[in-house]
């Protein structure tokens, strides 16, 4: 079954300014280009690059979730990442409390979501996939990966657990 993956209000905030300060910088930039105020320099670092990591951003942001017979699939535009059940040791409902002092080691905090890895010191090193904090499910792994997924839907738990009997 398929779960969607919505961002929740501070991703929106955050995603909102962040491609407005994007725009705004395109747009300064292309003028200051037109008035030969900036050399082409300036047009690959002011436009090109924040375009670049805008997009990529975007596309390996996570969309939703897939329930199948043998696993769970993270998908994004760009790719889709599969947890087969007989790898996975055990499943658990998170509070948003749960992840809150939670640093980001190498990811992506608010911008199309919270995705990559992130540390605490009452889970240690985990992967995330979220797009909001509503419904937090962790997955662990046999070879002891955290992974953390945030449905738009609770009953994704109840079917993963009813899925690995």
């Keep these: 079954m398929k779960y969607k993956a919505s961002l929740g209000s ?69 790719r889709e990442k599969y947890f087969p059940f007989d790898s996975i040791e055990k499943v658990e409902l998170l509070r948003k409390s749960d992840l809150a002092k939670s640093i980001r080691n190498s990811g992506v905090g608010y911008f199309f979501g919270n995705y ?10 985990m992967i995330w996939y979220l797009t909001n904090k509503k419904h937090l499910i962790m997955i662990h792994t046999k070879n002891n990966e955290r992974i953390v997924l945030s449905p738009d839907d609770s009953n994704m738990f109840d079917e993963i657990l009813a899925l690995m009997k």
Aim: proline residues 3%; hydrophobic residues 55%.
């Design 10 to 78: 501070r991703q929106k905030l955050f995603t909102t300014i962040l491609v407005v300060f994007i725009a705004a910088l395109n747009l300064l930039t292309v003028f200051l280009q037109f008035k030969r105020l900036a050399i082409e320099f300036y047009f690959l670092l002011g436009v090109i690059i924040p375009d670049l990591v805008f997009i990529y951003l975007f596309l390996i942001a996570p969309r939703g979730y897939l329930v199948k017979e043998k696993g769970i699939v993270v998908k994004s535009y760009l």
């Design 116 to 125: 990559g890895k992130f540390y605490s010191r009452k889970y240690g090193v």
